[in-house]
């Protein structure tokens, strides 16, 4: 089994809002990771944990806040966001955080109004 | 800094009509070269690993070849099925970034 679970599927959300997404892995991964993607580009890497520790965050503004429950679960807090943060969230799961092949989730696609 | 560039943006084939995509990487030190499949507004679908030059896989109609400065995605036979956008990453030991994206071929095959 090959699969990286997220909720919800779309989201719609006020500048003034607090929600989160969620993400769920039952492979045995320690590595964990969230991305970024804009229509017709690439996904943009924005946080990597690694046994359960954030171990790079890309300069990403305070109003995303991750966090790591446990070794199968990673969320992403989003608080006061933008019209521009609107895009598809993309969570991915390894092995171990380096040259082994990341599996992602079908994403959560975010619109802010 | 690792770059990842990937060619033709976009590829328009007929059915049965095969053709390949190339992905070329400066990377100091690669570590693997990774090939994904992405249907709209899906995440990307893992495909291929591909580890060192010479280095060859096959997943059905798909087949990835790597040499060490790029990598080729060739499609025999493509059906419809197979339209998406394809995106390859590398992951270097260079960077601690993970992996550095291109910005992906798309794939159109007609009926």
């Known amino acids: 089994d090959t699969e990286v679970t997220q909720t919800p599927k779309h989201l719609v959300m006020g500048m003034t809002n607090k929600k989160s997404l969620k993400c769920e892995q039952h492979?045995?991964?320690?590595?964990m990771y969230w991305y970024k993607q804009k229509a017709k580009k690439p996904p943009e890497l924005m946080f990597v944990?690694?046994?359960?520790?954030?171990?790079i965050n890309e300069s990403v503004p305070s109003r995303f806040s991750p966090e790591c429950p446990n070794s199968s679960l990673l969320n992403l807090h989003l608080h006061a966001l933008q019209p521009e943060d609107s895009a598809l969230y993309l969570c991915?799961?390894?092995?171990?955080?380096?040259?082994?092949?990341?599996?992602f989730g079908q994403g959560t696609r975010l619109t802010v109004v | 800094e690792d770059q990842v560039t990937q060619s033709p943006e976009a590829l328009r084939l007929q059915e049965g009509e095969s053709s390949s995509l190339n992905c070329s990487y400066t990377?100091?030190?690669?570590?693997?070269l990774f090939w994904y499949r992405q249907d709209p507004g899906k995440g990307p679908e893992f495909l291929f690993t591909?580890?060192?030059a010479g280095e060859e896989k096959e997943k059905e109609r798909l087949k990835a070849t790597l040499t060490k400065k790029e990598s080729f995605l060739h499609i025999t036979a493509p059906k419809p099925e197979d339209s998406a956008t394809y995106l390859c990453?590398?992951?270097?030991?260079?960077?601690?970034?993970?992996?550095?994206f291109g910005s992906g071929t798309q794939l159109t095959v007609l009926p």
């Open positions: 991915a799961s390894s092995q171990v955080r380096g040259a082994t092949e990341a599996f």
């Open positions: 944990y690694s046994y359960e520790k954030l171990s």
């Open positions: 492979m045995g991964h320690r590595a």
């Open positions: 990377v100091s030190g690669l570590r693997g």
């Open positions: 591909l580890y060192s």
């Open positions: 990453a590398a992951f270097s030991s260079g960077s601690a970034r993970q992996l550095t």
